[in-house]
């Protein structure tokens, strides 16, 4: 069992900066590959950046590559998100998973709340 629990959402303009945070549980938080996904307004959800478990390797969607960036803190059981840049199309809705295998899917059974990013124009 993983609980996760997303932080730092907020309203920002647009070319600003929001850092985002997913806290997990549990004492085996290296071994899970982590993801940050989200759903805007009448949209689905999808997939934002990814990161291994260990040796950090990373992936990103086209839309938020160059501008996003995803780290953890496996000390920490953190995962995180920077997102610079932000654009109104950022609005949405952001979601943290957590998979034991890789890459993490939309099917991922651990999920965080969310947390609301809303970007002014």
């Known amino acids: 069992q993983v609980l996760l629990v997303e932080s730092g959402g907020g309203l920002v303009q647009a070319g600003g900066s929001l850092r985002l945070s997913c806290a997990a549980s549990?004492?085996?938080?290296?071994?899970?590959?982590m993801a940050w996904f989200r759903r805007a307004p009448a949209k689905e959800r999808e997939f934002v950046a990814g990161?291994?478990?260990?040796?950090?390797?990373?992936y990103y969607a086209d839309s938020v590559k160059g501008r996003f960036t995803i780290s953890r803190d496996n000390a920490r059981n953190t995962v995180y998100l920077q997102m610079n840049t932000l654009r109104p199309e950022d609005t949405a809705i952001y979601y943290c998973?957590?998979?034991?295998?890789?890459?993490?899917?939309?099917?991922?059974?651990?999920w965080g709340q969310g947390t609301q990013v809303t970007v002014s124009s």
């Open positions: 998973a957590a998979d034991l295998h890789w890459p993490v899917a939309m099917t991922s059974a651990y």
């Open positions: 990161i291994r478990g260990r040796g950090g390797i990373t």
């Open positions: 549990g004492r085996t938080f290296g071994s899970y590959a």
